[in-house]
């Protein structure tokens, strides 16, 4: 019969085990990883950036981190040039446009060396988000700086964004980037009372601080464009692309152009655009005495509110909003008292844009319905058109603001 194994090797479990050399190791961990996405995200890694694709946003459950986005603009841009921030929504994204017909690749072009444009809009975005974010975060290290966004007429340019790019803001808030400006705190205020109950806050406030700490979006999000992807979502949801590092994938945005001008707008979907047509300006105004169109007083009041708020005041000079206008195919399907109203509430939207401390302007009068691939997005005809006339435009601020002088100006 053999002798039965002894119970103890004679080694000291707690050899295996010790919880203080644990969360040594923890913490130096913690710290290591800490430190690499600091290091990574402030660099910038981006070595082929174009714009944020689908595959590389929200839509693929891919959450560009404030300082992941000024560290594309660290690499990009010199400290002795005028660092263009594009953002707002998809038609300033470039959709319908290839990389290499992308407006934002004509604008920069036309704009020369002396400038560094990037395009940061999102699909369905504000103009308050993602870029405008950025651009404030990036205030002091590159004070040559032009924001330039889209929006529609009185469509309200919140302060806080929206979602699901709102998270911008909030990092960008609690890491301290942003400026302390009373009219934008009594809107956040609001929003925080009315929109988010006390245990939602609570728990965006404690997410917040641990990435403060910790950085554990920015050094995720560079395994994931870097190494591999391992979230879940509809853009790529199979394998092995799903797994793929977010760099494998090209920027493919399709052309329109490869349409036909007649074949772009499909005529099962006119009435509902035709709606959103008038949208633009039939619950904005009122009949006056004459029988002209005139803009609500509720509506005026209300713009002035939002807008005073959206930018702080030392910014609101270097921001450039662009008023995107339809297609002409289906400006052209109003009636005339209808294409009356539409041509004030640009007319109007500009006007108070520019009385709020904005320059601002509109585009899209006079382009051909060959210059959009639908009712609302522009061709790369019609990008190339929008480009020269914001080249114009940002020279413009850019020599009144003293941008193209050897000296830097004052952030």
């Not at 986005?69 to 290839?98: K, T």
Request: glycine letters at 10%; aromatic letters at 12%.
């Amino acid at each position: 019969m053999s002798e039965p194994l002894p119970l103890s090797t004679g080694l000291d479990r707690s050899w295996f085990f010790r919880p203080k050399t644990f969360l040594a190791g923890l913490v130096a961990g913690l710290v290591l990883c800490s430190a690499v996405a600091r290091r990574v995200s402030h660099r910038g890694y981006h070595d082929s950036f174009t714009r944020f694709t689908q595959v590389l946003s929200p839509e693929g459950q891919y959450f560009p981190t404030l300082e992941e986005m000024c560290g594309i603009a660290r690499e990009r841009c010199r400290p002795d040039q005028v660092l263009v921030i594009v953002g707002g929504n998809s038609i300033f994204n470039g959709v319908g446009q290839p990389a290499d017909k992308m407006w934002t690749v004509e604008l920069q072009r036309q704009l020369g060396g002396g400038f560094v444009v990037l395009n940061f809009a999102f699909r369905g975005a504000l103009c308050t988000d993602g870029g405008a974010v950025v651009a404030e975060a990036l205030r002091g290290e590159y004070p040559r700086q032009v924001y330039v966004a889209n929006s529609s007429p009185f469509s309200p340019p919140h302060p806080y964004g929206a979602d699901p790019y709102r998270y911008l803001f909030w990092e960008a808030l609690r890491s301290g980037r942003l400026e302390a400006f009373a009219p934008r705190d009594e809107q956040v205020a609001w929003l925080k009372a009315h929109q988010y109950t006390r245990a939602e806050l609570f728990d965006q406030w404690g997410r917040d601080e641990m990435d403060r700490a910790l950085r554990f979006r920015d050094l995720w999000n560079w395994v994931g464009y870097t190494r591999y992807f391992t979230i879940p979502n509809p853009v790529t949801p199979t394998l092995p692309q799903a797994t793929w590092a977010r760099r494998r994938f090209a920027d493919t945005e399709p052309d329109f152009e490869a349409t036909p001008p007649g074949d772009r707008l499909r005529p099962e979907f006119r009435d509902a655009e035709m709606r959103i047509v008038r949208g633009f300006s039939e619950g904005f105004y009122d009949r006056g005495a004459g029988g002209e169109w005139r803009l609500k007083p509720s509506i005026r009041a209300q713009f002035e509110r939002t807008a005073k708020s959206a930018f702080p005041d030392d910014l609101k000079g270097r921001t450039l909003i662009m008023l995107s206008r339809n297609n002409p195919f289906y400006v052209g399907l109003l009636s005339a008292d209808e294409r009356l109203r539409d041509s004030a509430a640009f007319r109007d939207a500009v006007a108070e844009w520019r009385k709020a401390g904005y320059e601002a302007c509109d585009y899209g009068s006079g382009y051909d319905p060959a210059d959009f691939g639908d009712r609302t997005h522009l061709s790369a005809a019609g990008g190339r058109k929008l480009a020269g006339q914001v080249a114009g435009l940002i020279l413009e601020i850019a020599g009144k603001r003293g941008y193209l002088q050897k000296e830097p100006p004052p952030p």
